[in-house]
């Protein structure tokens, strides 16, 4: 079974650019969280989809947001790109009636 | 406020030593306790996890983490450090039917030859 796929791998931006990031979960799982992790901040919860449906909505702006697709796969958009943007941005999918996460390798974006 | 600590950032130690790696936390419901590992470039594994029963709780590549209600605290242990378990731990807490996890900052971890 293929895991957790994230595009592109490597991102580079100037601020004021947007951008979309994309997740392609496991096959099957239905639930689909995004997390920003800088160094020294560790990981910080953006937002979780579940079945096309936001669940649940971390602190970050309303530049941050998402969607989900019927085939389960998810979208990440940033808009107006500042520098404190510049962040791992991991991906991770969960089995219904599972808590255990599985993360992709994560899109490095820099913002310049 | 839910928070979770992990006291230290760095920790650096020989090949073969035992390792302990710490993690508090607050929460105000019951919770579900994980570690992951991060390989540079790569995203989470998870190592263990616990949600009730028994306090000490075992995981993959030899490591176990007792959970302590009176303190807090999900301490991740393992008896014997290879070099290859050179990397960034993570603890993260969450809760039965929530659907965000919040996570430590990490402490990295470093196996001396």
């Known amino acids: 079974k293929a895991g957790v796929t994230q595009t592109p791998r490597y991102l580079i931006k100037t601020r004021g650019q947007q951008v979309t990031l994309s997740c392609s979960p496991i096959?099957?799982?239905?639930?689909v969280s995004w997390y920003q992790q800088t160094p020294g901040q560790g990981l910080q919860f953006l937002f979780e989809y579940f079945s096309e449906t936001q669940r649940n909505k971390g602190n970050f702006p309303g530049r941050f947001s998402g969607r989900q697709f019927s085939n389960s796969r998810s979208e990440m958009n940033v808009s107006t790109l500042e520098l404190g943007d510049s962040a791992l941005y991991l991906c991770?999918?969960?089995?219904?009636?599972?808590?255990?996460?599985?993360f992709g390798s994560g899109t490095q974006l820099s913002v310049l | 406020a839910q928070s979770v600590t992990q006291p230290d950032i760095h920790i650096t130690v020989s090949e073969g030593a035992s390792l302990e790696l710490r993690c508090n936390y607050s929460?105000?419901?019951?919770?579900?306790l994980f570690w992951y590992v991060q390989s540079p470039g790569q995203g989470l594994q998870l190592l263990l996890k616990y949600f009730s029963g028994d306090t000490l709780v075992q995981g993959i590549k030899g490591f176990e983490a007792e959970f302590k209600r009176s303190q807090s605290s999900f301490n991740l242990r393992k008896p014997s450090v290879h070099w290859s378990d050179a990397a960034e731990y993570f603890c993260?807490?969450?809760?039965?039917?929530?659907?965000?996890?919040?996570f430590g900052t990490g402490t990295r971890l470093k196996v001396l030859a």
């Open positions: 993260a807490v969450g809760a039965e039917g929530t659907y965000k996890y919040i």
């Open positions: 096959s099957g799982h239905r639930s």
């Open positions: 929460y105000g419901a019951t919770p579900y």
């Open positions: 991770a999918s969960r089995g219904t009636g599972d808590e255990k996460l599985f």
